[in-house]
């Protein structure tokens, strides 16, 4: 166990809706990272927070968006929901504001249909 | 830029066999590399890490020895299990890097 939590475990949505992922960073841990998994791209980063701030972007869609709360946990918010979108969605967290090590939580596969 | 470049699989070995998944990278400064694992249907575990030139990083059997002069960090395993089978990601972190940058992961499979 990472104790990273991500939920829900699974989700199955329609195209154009919108749906909510979240995560919880092991204690103490400051930096909430998320990834995407899928067969044709491996694994993609999309962004990072460090306590509460946007901290780096990488690959994310506009209609993709991600905040960090007061306590820590994180959520992404994926919007206009396309079949291209189904794919495993990592949350992992690290202590400090660069990245040297990150532990994963179990993630959330997303299915669109 | 920072890179990570993975042999590609899968890689299938008899229960016993050697195990070696080449691993190169591309980094300004001293980067850090691990190895991560993916077990079916989980998400990423750390496996092993080294944090300098000429570390050797070792966990569950598996080794990687971070070789600054050929910027490399190969995976190896004396005896593979059949419960080994996972995929393997070889990964950087560096002062000027804000995440992980990983490999694409390379697929082992494991008979009996």
């Known amino acids: 166990d990472s104790g990273v939590t991500q939920t829900p475990k699974h989700l199955i949505t329609a195209t154009g809706q919108r749906v909510t992922l979240r995560c919880s960073p092991r204690s103490g841990d400051l930096s909430v990272y998320w990834y995407q998994q899928s067969l044709d791209q491996g694994l993609q980063f999309l962004i990072q927070?460090?306590?509460?701030?946007?901290?780096a972007k990488g690959n994310i869609l506009e209609r993709f968006s991600a905040q960090q709360f007061p306590d820590l946990h994180s959520e992404l918010n994926l919007s206009s929901l396309e079949l291209g979108d189904s794919a495993l969605y990592f949350c992992?967290?690290?202590?400090?504001?660069?990245?040297?090590?990150?532990?994963f939580g179990q993630g959330t596969r997303l299915t669109v249909v | 830029g920072n890179s990570v470049t993975q042999m590609e699989g899968p890689v299938t070995l008899s229960e016993e066999a050697f195990l070696t998944i080449n691993c190169t990278y591309t980094?300004?400064?001293?980067?850090?590399l691990f190895w991560y694992v993916q077990y079916p249907g989980e998400g990423l575990q750390l496996l092993l890490k080294?944090?300098?030139?000429?570390d050797k990083g070792s966990n569950k059997g598996f080794e990687a020895t971070y070789r600054k002069e050929t910027t490399s960090f190969h995976l190896e395993k004396g005896s593979v299990q059949v419960s080994d089978s996972a995929v393997y990601f070889c990964?950087?972190?560096?002062?000027?890097?804000?995440?992980?940058?990983f490999g694409t992961g390379t697929r082992l499979q494991v008979f009996p």
């Open positions: 990964a950087l972190s560096s002062y000027n890097t804000d995440k992980l940058i």
């Open positions: 080294a944090t300098k030139a000429d």
């Open positions: 992992a967290s690290g202590a400090g504001e660069v990245n040297t090590e990150a532990f």
């Open positions: 927070y460090y306590n509460g701030e946007e901290r």
């Open positions: 980094a300004t400064g001293y980067p850090s």
